[in-house]
C-alpha cells in the first residue's frame, strides 16, 4: 500500500539503517519496525500499580528519600 508519513528524522534515519543492513526497500523497514513495536507492546504484561490502603505505591528506587530530598523538592515547587 502506497502512503505518505511524516514522522521524526531520528525514526527514518532507524529505518534507513535497518533497510540498509537487511537489504530491504525503506517501506518494508518501516513496516517491520511498526510490527515489532506493536508486538512488543501487545506482549509487555499490564501492570496494576499496588495498593496500601487507598494510596498507590511507588515504584521501587535503589536510594532513600531523606527530608533533604523533600525540603530542595518543596523548594523548587514553592511550597
Keep these: 500500500m502506497r502512503t505518505t508519513l ?3 528524522e531520528d525514526a527514518l534515519l ?3 539503517r535497518l533497510a540498509e543492513r537487511e537489504r530491504i526497500s525503506l517501506g518494508e523497514a ?3 519496525l511498526v510490527r515489532s513495536g ?3 507492546r501487545i506482549a509487555e504484561p ?3 500499580q499496588k495498593l496500601r490502603g487507598r494510596f498507590a505505591l511507588l515504584p521501587a528506587r535503589d536510594e532513600t528519600i531523606t527530608i533533604e530530598h523533600v525540603r530542595e523538592l518543596m ?3 514553592g511550597i
Design 30 to 32: 518501516v513496516s517491520e
Design 75 to 77: 523548594e523548587r515547587e
Design 14 to 16: 532507524v529505518a534507513r
Design 6 to 8: 511524516s514522522i521524526a
Design 46 to 48: 499490564t501492570r496494576t
Design 38 to 40: 506493536a508486538q512488543a
